[in-house]
């Protein structure tokens, strides 16, 4: 049976949502009269009625009371808080929301509100009385050093070197823990730095540094890097963006004993010579980066190169000699080679070596603006394949066929093939299904339609999936369906540059069966802004760019 004072407080509420708030007060009255404890919500109808009639000491005797009966729920805070704000006694109700605040436990959903009632009053008793701004404490004032230590390592370099400017105090401290100057990057500086500031980073390093990025400082004076090397015996990392003469360079390869990798980007290029020169000298080396000058002299292997684990090998952009890596003489000094990236640009250069099965160390072979002969022979081991703009590949179909015969491509589970012209069906086919099982990532961009992308799908090779990039490659609204059909682990699918594809195609990806998550359709000129829609309110992270030809998408039914 409904409690009196229930019903009392029903009609209560009903007059003063009929604006009657003298009828309403008299009911809530008798509803507390009817009740030894009254509850919350009594209260709180009673202090609303009292405010309304501008009876704010009663109101707020109502609201203190709510706050006795429930130290932990938020309503008596609010409701006093509101009343004290009316009286204009901000101050005292900013007191209260700060109390509330340490009453109420993080676990009650509602203490966001009060949260922002006590910061929306808090700013507008700072903008009229300053002394009530809060007081800012200095954390480091205050943490224990091991826990300052902790958050400040997981800053970056730029950031901790800003933060030398905040005080006396600051500096001191954070020039005074080393394992905050280990790693040094110059990668996101605009302005030029001197040597100067590089000499004071390796000295609060107290010579423990171990990573070192460098650009955008004097190329000229090689002091800095000479510096680094000889003070710093534990150095692992070293990243050039900047032109260093190849005397430096090789000058630290002999010096830096303990040198694990070593990247030298565009922008520090340097010739062969120097490479093989550098690979010889850097006995520790796992890892190595080079764009490389061509002058059409050939590469000249030397020393122990057992330790060399990834080697990457770039024609710099503006060469114009052959780039003659002898990569026959190379294979056999590297038989724990896992990743060979290799990117020759030029033309003039001859033909890179075809048979790579003598390095069965070998996971990721990436082939970029290089002449090959013919489908390489590779090693079982192979996970991940890069093949982009081999322009003599598979031009020997005779040689080509009986190259794929001899590859393993079971551990194969990453495939690009781009731009390959003379790649014909069979060797792509022989690709994606040796690997069936186990490829997982494809990327088929500019990819000629008639290598029958449609029966490599229809027959299952694609059935394990994940990313699919078929950008430029003549993808329809039919494609798109059986993608959807054939693909159902896949997760990912870049369409972009596709003028085929409409708002039917779109529709069925984001149907299929197992949901996709990313959806790449930049410069689709067929898809409309309702199709990306549709998609996004699917839960797609949908990339989308207006094309620069404007064409009216065919209109689907997309609810």
Same mark, same amino acid.
């Given at each position: 049976?409904?409690?009196?004072?229930?019903?009392?407080?029903?009609?209560?509420?009903?007059?003063?949502?009929?604006?009657?708030?003298?009828?309403?007060?008299?009911?809530?009255?008798?509803?507390?009269?009817?009740?030894?404890?009254?509850?919350?919500?009594?209260?709180?109808?009673?202090?609303?009625?009292?405010?309304?009639?501008?009876?704010?000491?009663?109101?707020?005797?109502?609201?203190?009371?709510?706050?006795?009966?429930?130290?932990?729920?938020?309503?008596?805070?609010?409701?006093?808080?509101?009343?004290?704000?009316?009286?204009?006694?901000?101050?005292?109700?900013?007191?209260?929301?700060?109390?509330?605040?340490?009453?109420?436990?993080?676990?009650?959903?509602?203490?966001? +509100?009060?949260?922002?009632?006590?910061?929306?009053?808090?700013?507008?008793?700072?903008?009229?009385?300053?002394?009530?701004?809060?007081?800012?404490?200095?954390?480091?004032?205050?943490?224990?050093?091991?826990?300052?230590?902790?958050?400040?390592?997981?800053?970056?370099?730029?950031?901790?070197?800003?933060?030398?400017?905040?005080?006396?105090?600051?500096?001191?401290?954070?020039?005074?823990?080393?394992?905050?100057?280990?790693?040094?990057?110059?990668?996101?500086?605009?302005?030029?730095?001197?040597?100067?500031?590089?000499?004071?980073?390796?000295?609060?390093?107290?010579?423990?540094?171990?990573?070192?990025?460098?650009?955008?400082?004097?190329?000229?004076?090689?002091?800095?890097?000479?510096?680094?090397?000889?003070?710093?015996?534990?150095?692992?990392?070293?990243?050039?963006?900047?032109?260093?003469?190849?005397?430096?360079? +090789?000058?630290?390869?002999?010096?830096?004993?303990?040198?694990?990798?070593?990247?030298?980007?565009?922008?520090?290029?340097?010739?062969?010579?120097?490479?093989?020169?550098?690979?010889?000298?850097?006995?520790?080396?796992?890892?190595?980066?080079?764009?490389?000058?061509?002058?059409?002299?050939?590469?000249?292997?030397?020393?122990?190169?057992?330790?060399?684990?990834?080697?990457?090998?770039?024609?710099?952009?503006?060469?114009?000699?052959?780039?003659?890596?002898?990569?026959?003489?190379?294979?056999?000094?590297?038989?724990?080679?896992?990743?060979?990236?290799?990117?020759?640009?030029?033309?003039?250069?001859?033909?890179?070596?075809?048979?790579?099965?003598? +390095?069965?160390?070998?996971?990721?072979?990436?082939?970029?603006?290089?002449?090959?002969?013919?489908?390489?022979? +590779?090693?079982?081991?192979?996970?991940?394949?890069?093949?982009?703009?081999?322009?003599?590949?598979?031009?020997?179909?005779?040689?080509?066929?009986?190259?794929?015969?001899?590859?393993?491509?079971?551990?194969?589970?990453?495939?690009?093939?781009?731009?390959?012209?003379?790649?014909?069906?069979?060797?792509?086919?022989?690709?994606?299904?040796?690997?069936?099982?186990?490829?997982?990532?494809?990327?088929?961009?500019?990819?000629?339609?008639?290598?029958?992308?449609?029966?490599?799908?229809?027959?299952?090779?694609?059935?394990?999936?994940?990313?699919?990039?078929?950008?430029?490659?003549?993808?329809?609204?039919?494609?798109?369906?059986?993608?959807?059909?054939?693909?159902?682990?896949?997760?990912?699918?870049?369409?972009?540059?596709?003028?085929?594809?409409?708002?039917?195609?779109?529709?069925?990806?984001?149907?299929?069966?197992?949901?996709?998550?990313?959806?790449?359709?930049?410069?689709?000129?067929?898809?409309?802004?309702?199709?990306?829609?549709?998609?996004?309110?699917?839960?797609?992270?949908?990339?989308?760019?207006?094309?620069?030809?404007?064409?009216?998408?065919?209109?689907?039914?997309?609810?």
């Amino acid at each position: 049976m409904e409690p009196s004072y229930s019903r009392e407080q029903k009609r209560g509420q009903d007059c003063y949502r009929a604006k009657e708030y003298k009828e309403a007060l008299r009911c809530f009255d008798a509803a507390v009269a009817q009740c030894d404890d009254p509850p919350l919500s009594i209260l709180d109808n009673r202090a609303a009625t009292y405010t309304k009639l501008e009876e704010f000491p009663k109101a707020l005797a109502d609201g203190r009371h709510m706050i006795q009966v429930a130290k932990a729920e938020v309503k008596g805070y609010l409701r006093t808080g509101q009343i004290l704000q009316l009286m204009g006694k901000d101050k005292t109700a900013l007191g209260i929301y700060e109390y509330g605040l340490k009453n109420v436990p993080r676990t009650n959903e509602d203490v966001k +509100l009060l949260q922002g009632m006590y910061d929306k009053l808090l700013r507008k008793c700072s903008a009229m009385d300053p002394a009530i701004a809060p007081k800012i404490i200095d954390p480091l004032k205050f943490l224990p050093l091991e826990l300052a230590q902790m958050v400040l390592q997981n800053l970056s370099f730029k950031t901790i070197v800003s933060l030398l400017r905040v005080s006396k105090l600051w500096k001191a401290i954070l020039e005074s823990i080393p394992a905050l100057w280990r790693h040094i990057d110059l990668s996101k500086t605009k302005r030029s730095v001197r040597y100067s500031a590089i000499k004071a980073c390796v000295i609060r390093s107290r010579g423990t540094l171990t990573h070192a990025t460098l650009s955008h400082y004097d190329s000229v004076n090689s002091d800095a890097l000479t510096y680094i090397v000889s003070r710093c015996k534990r150095l692992e990392y070293l990243e050039l963006r900047t032109g260093i003469s190849n005397e430096s360079l +090789l000058r630290t390869a002999a010096t830096a004993s303990s040198l694990r990798t070593l990247i030298l980007l565009s922008g520090n290029e340097v010739s062969l010579d120097t490479v093989t020169q550098l690979l010889a000298q850097s006995k520790s080396l796992e890892h190595a980066e080079f764009y490389i000058r061509t002058r059409g002299h050939a590469a000249k292997w030397e020393g122990d190169l057992s330790k060399l684990r990834v080697l990457k090998l770039h024609a710099a952009k503006d060469s114009q000699g052959s780039l003659r890596l002898e990569l026959d003489d190379l294979f056999p000094k590297v038989p724990n080679l896992h990743t060979l990236s290799l990117q020759t640009r030029t033309a003039t250069s001859p033909r890179i070596a075809s048979d790579y099965s003598s +390095l069965i160390s070998l996971h990721t072979l990436s082939l970029t603006d290089v002449d090959i002969a013919t489908f390489p022979c +590779l090693p079982p081991s192979l996970q991940s394949l890069s093949l982009i703009n081999a322009w003599g590949i598979g031009s020997h179909s005779d040689v080509a066929d009986a190259y794929m015969e001899r590859n393993d491509f079971s551990a194969l589970t990453s495939l690009t093939v781009s731009a390959a012209r003379f790649l014909r069906p069979v060797v792509v086919a022989g690709l994606i299904g040796s690997g069936r099982n186990k490829l997982q990532k494809l990327d088929l961009r500019d990819f000629d339609a008639s290598l029958g992308i449609t029966a490599l799908i229809s027959e299952g090779h694609l059935a394990e999936v994940t990313d699919l990039r078929l950008s430029n490659a003549d993808v329809s609204d039919d494609l798109a369906g059986l993608v959807a059909r054939c693909c159902p682990k896949l997760r990912g699918f870049d369409a972009s540059y596709n003028m085929k594809l409409t708002g039917v195609g779109v529709k069925a990806l984001v149907l299929k069966e197992g949901g996709l998550q990313r959806l790449n359709l930049n410069h689709c000129v067929g898809v409309g802004s309702d199709a990306v829609e549709y998609a996004r309110g699917k839960g797609v992270v949908v990339h989308f760019t207006f094309p620069d030809i404007v064409k009216s998408g065919k209109r689907v039914r997309l609810g």
